[in-house]
């Protein structure tokens, strides 16, 4: 049987210029390798960059052609289907997508806001439909994959929506072993992904800093790669390991691996 490497991409945030060359490095990766690749989408895909649309149809793709590949919902496609899936949209929630990047997203469609809307919800509502029927978690390969992470007070099977979409502080800060090692973006931790023993942190601030980070998973073996900077190169890089007294999930992956 073929082996799979699932490849974990987070806060895309409608920067389809840093997507593009990161998936094809991926699908490089996997094939030098002789295994087949899986994508697992953390959410955040759209908001604040130009190509929202492209991104969602990328995604689309992946979804259809790569067997097992997921799109987990994160927070901001939480703010927007609560205005998309509305028959008619409250205005605080409008007024909160759009001010959390909900406008750009919208002249990915057209420069008209207001057009733009009616083409998401018409002519492109697969895309709203990804982002509303999207999961909230996956647990694969021993690890569990979620947007923002896990309330560290409950058990995995209690977890809320909300908790895996937009929890930041407790989860960043709980030090201790959890469930599973959580693998999530949300809260931008520098250039670089950070591992701790609970939780492999690959927000990289691509909106801003041009780094989008992929987490290859492989049999407990964990890779990183980014686009570098400028969007015209993929670089395999090595995670900050923030040791908090317990070692690293790194550490771990690569003794469970050998």
Same mark, same amino acid.
């Given at each position: 049987?073929?082996?799979?490497?699932?490849?974990?991409?987070?806060?895309?945030?409608?920067?389809?210029?840093?997507?593009?060359?990161?998936?094809?490095?991926?699908?490089?990766?996997?094939?030098?390798?002789?295994?087949?690749?899986?994508?697992?989408?953390?959410?955040?895909?759209?908001?604040?960059?130009?190509?929202?649309?492209?991104?969602?149809?990328?995604?689309?793709?992946?979804?259809?052609?790569?067997?097992?590949?997921?799109?987990?919902?994160?927070?901001?496609?939480?703010?927007?289907?609560?205005?998309?899936?509305?028959?008619?949209?409250?205005?605080?929630?409008?007024?909160?997508?759009?001010?959390?990047?909900?406008?750009?997203?919208?002249?990915?469609?057209?420069?008209?806001?207001?057009?733009?809307?009616?083409?998401?919800?018409?002519?492109?509502?697969?895309? %709203? /439909? @990804?982002?509303?029927?999207?999961? =909230?978690?996956?647990? #694969?390969?021993?690890? *569990?994959? !979620?947007?923002?992470?896990?309330?560290?007070?409950?058990?995995?099977?209690?977890?809320?929506?909300?908790?895996?979409?937009?929890?930041?502080?407790?989860?960043?800060?709980?030090?201790?072993?959890?469930?599973?090692?959580?693998?999530?973006?949300?809260?931008?931790?520098?250039?670089?992904?950070?591992?701790?023993?609970?939780?492999?942190?690959?927000?990289?601030?691509?909106?801003?800093?041009?780094?989008?980070?992929?987490?290859?998973?492989?049999?407990?073996?964990?890779?990183?790669?980014?686009?570098?900077?400028?969007?015209?190169?993929?670089?395999?890089?090595?995670? %900050? /390991? @923030?040791?908090?007294?317990?070692? =690293?999930?790194?550490? #771990?992956?690569?003794? *469970?691996? !050998?």
């Amino acid at each position: 049987m073929r082996r799979t490497i699932d490849y974990a991409i987070a806060d895309v945030h409608g920067r389809v210029d840093l997507l593009m060359p990161l998936v094809v490095a991926c699908l490089s990766d996997a094939a030098a390798r002789g295994a087949a690749s899986r994508f697992v989408f953390i959410g955040d895909i759209i908001d604040r960059g130009p190509t929202s649309r492209d991104c969602l149809d990328v995604v689309s793709e992946i979804l259809m052609t790569h067997e097992g590949s997921v799109c987990l919902k994160g927070n901001h496609e939480d703010l927007a289907t609560a205005v998309l899936m509305a028959d008619e949209p409250d205005e605080t929630a409008v007024e909160n997508w759009l001010e959390n990047g909900g406008g750009e997203t919208l002249e990915s469609y057209h420069h008209d806001r207001e057009i733009g809307f009616e083409m998401m919800r018409t002519l492109n509502g697969d895309h %709203v /439909r @990804l982002m509303a029927d999207a999961p =909230t978690s996956l647990s #694969r390969g021993g690890f *569990l994959f !979620a947007h923002a992470g896990v309330d560290p007070a409950k058990s995995f099977r209690d977890q809320r929506d909300r908790d895996l979409m937009w929890t930041r502080k407790p989860f960043l800060d709980h030090v201790g072993h959890l469930e599973q090692v959580v693998i999530h973006g949300h809260s931008v931790v520098g250039d670089l992904p950070v591992v701790t023993e609970n939780r492999v942190s690959i927000d990289t601030g691509a909106y801003l800093s041009g780094r989008l980070t992929a987490c290859a998973v492989e049999n407990g073996d964990l890779r990183f790669m980014q686009t570098d900077g400028s969007g015209r190169k993929v670089v395999a890089v090595e995670p %900050v /390991r @923030l040791d908090r007294g317990l070692g =690293t999930c790194v550490d #771990r992956s690569f003794a *469970l691996a !050998a």
